[in-house]
């Protein structure tokens, strides 16, 4: 091994940073004022579909993929975030 030779580090850690997507589709009645507000859609949808199917909301296709990534490739606040968990486990 080169001595200015920078190697990853290896951590046997319980926690890892995750590339996730979901890609929901629904349908849903709901008053036409509350999907006017771009700020509060995203909450109001994401809780009619965790509430699950009934009568005003039918789903229609859930997808969902996480993948690992290397920990270089996440930003400086959640390595930080990342570095903290793991001194907090030890």
Sequence with gaps: ?????VEPQ??????????CEIRLKFRI???KQALSNREQLLDLLLDA??????EY??????????HE???VEASPQM??????LRNLAE
């Design 1 to 5: 091994m080169k001595p200015n030779s």
């Design 49 to 54: 579909f965790s509430y699950g199917a009934d």
């Design 69 to 71: 990534l290397p920990e």
């Design 10 to 19: 290896s951590f046997d850690s319980k926690f890892a940073v995750y590339d």
């Design 79 to 84: 390595r930080r975030q990342l570095i903290r």
């Design 29 to 31: 009645i709901e008053e």
């Design 57 to 66: 909301m039918e789903p229609v296709q859930a997808q969902v993929e996480a």
